[in-house]
Nanobody, 119 residues
Framework: QVQLVESGGGLVQPGGSLTLSCATS????????MGWYRQAPGKQRELVAD???????KYADDVKGRFTISRDNAKNTAYLQMNSLKPEDTAVYYC?????????????WGQGTLVTVSS
């Protein structure tokens, strides 16, 4: 069974930086898509950044130039580097992968990691 585990969240002051990680466990044949989402209190979950296999990263407008999504293919791990953080970036951040495992297509979510931007 494929599982995702996020880490790296925490409390940071406005203007600060954090790097989130999303590690996988289980047998994966191919990761077709890696994405990061966030859900702020009282709001719907929204896409922050993602990329598909062989494609270029895409970002939500309000994080362009501040956030960078990357991956380590050898480790099947995704990262989200967040710079110039703002209070409105406060949310629970989730990773979401679309994978091929055991011949099946599967979408998997992590449990989420809380990012709080506050002075």
């Amino acid at each position: 069974q494929v599982q995702l585990v996020e880490s790296g969240g925490g409390l940071v002051q406005p203007g600060g930086s954090l790097t989130l990680s999303c590690a996988t466990s289980g047998s994966i044949n191919l990761i077709n898509r890696m994405g990061w989402y966030r859900q702020a209190p009282g709001k719907q979950r929204e896409l922050v950044a993602d990329f598909t296999f062989g494609g270029s990263p895409k970002y939500a407008d309000d994080v362009k130039g501040r956030f960078t999504i990357s991956r380590d293919n050898a480790k099947n791990t995704a990262y989200l580097q967040m710079n110039s953080l703002k209070p409105e970036d406060t949310a629970v951040y989730y990773c979401n992968f679309a994978v091929i495992t055991g011949g099946r297509y599967l979408e998997v979510w992590g449990q989420g990691t809380l990012v709080t931007v506050s002075s």
